[in-house]
């Protein structure tokens, strides 16, 4: 008995962790503010580790109830569906269309490879890419797994980048890194702190942004709420929001029966996470224009920034209720 009152006091205190780094750091201004200043700029290299030790506490999350409010220019759709993700690069998700819940989409990755497909494509070919290929190839469509999976709190940041932080927005820190895309294109990630402490199901870090070398923003995800898991007692976003301002594109994303860490069997993880072979269903490599140096197939997605994103999955059988 006391061995599991340690274990959990123990995970509780991993969990809150984090949130001590920020009251450290912030002070609050007195009376009933909520205000809070910074006692001293914070170094990238201790919110690099902050956002490291969080991630480290998540291997997985499975998402039983995915809600999916898909919007381009003022049309919207409902959707809803199933996700999983599992270190390092393991990831799935999909939706069902609304009313006759048919399928829609299939959205996927590996240690090997990524794909997606879309119903509503014309024509709806699978599309898949290797990841080593991934520099040389067009994506017609924006919603990358591993940008998914970073939104998620599950990506650590490697050491030796090039990093430094803002504060000059009121009631944000930035971290900026200056990287590139995987096309190769300088580009800067920025991820965006809230100054203050987060309370409840406030989120510590409100938005992932991706901007170009001009300061464009090419995408965003914005964590608007967070949830804990009552099993490890890790905290993992609820609400997400993807936006996509050049295609007019954003998805809101509400996990539901959320679990963190539940172990994936071997059988399971292989059916979830390897490419499907859908019936009628013309495959294409990403890659093939660069090898062949040839163009999309007729009536294919076009390689843009964005795409049609408001689809979902019905094939693939996700976890069980």
């Not at 949130?19 to 001293?40: A, H, I, L, P, Q």
Request: glycine share 8%.
């Amino acid at each position: 008995m006391r061995m599991r009152i340690a274990f959990a006091a123990l995970t509780s205190l991993l969990a809150l962790s984090g949130c001590t780094w920020f009251k450290e750091k912030f002070t609050s201004t007195g009376g009933n503010s909520n205000t809070y200043v910074s006692r001293e700029k914070p170094k990238p290299e201790e919110l690099i580790a902050y956002l490291n030790d969080n991630a480290r506490q998540i291997d997985s999350i499975v998402v039983q109830q995915l809600d999916v409010d898909a919007r381009r220019g003022v049309i919207p759709i409902g959707l809803s569906g199933w996700m999983a993700a599992q270190k390092p690069r393991n990831f799935r998700m999909g939706a069902k269309l609304p009313g006759s819940g048919g399928p829609a989409a299939d959205i996927g990755s590996n240690d090997r490879e990524f794909w997606f497909w879309m119903s509503k494509a014309d024509p709806p070919y699978l599309f898949y890419c290797s990841h080593e290929e991934t520099r040389h190839a067009q994506l017609p469509f924006p919603f990358h797994p591993e940008w998914v999976m970073e939104a998620l709190g599950m990506a650590t940041i490697p050491s030796g980048g090039d990093f430094r932080v803002d504060t000059r927005n009121r009631g944000t820190i930035e971290l900026i890194e200056n990287t590139r895309s995987l096309q190769g294109q300088p580009v800067q990630k920025i991820t965006v702190f809230n100054s203050q402490t987060a309370a409840g199901t406030q989120p510590q870090v409100i938005a992932r942004r991706l901007v170009d070398e001009r300061g464009k923003e090419i995408a965003v995800a914005r964590i608007t709420e967070m949830q804990r898991d009552p099993r490890t007692g890790v905290t993992i976003p609820k609400k997400i929001s993807f936006e996509y301002p050049a295609e007019r594109i954003s998805l809101l994303l509400t996990l539901d029966q959320a679990t963190v860490n539940q172990p994936i069997e071997s059988t399971t993880a292989q059916n979830w996470f390897t490419r499907p072979y859908l019936d009628g269903v013309q495959s294409y490599d990403l890659a093939t224009t660069r090898r062949q140096n040839s163009a999309y197939p007729t009536g294919a997605v076009r390689p843009t920034s964005g795409g049609n994103t408001a689809a979902g999955l019905g094939i693939l059988r996700g976890p069980r209720r």
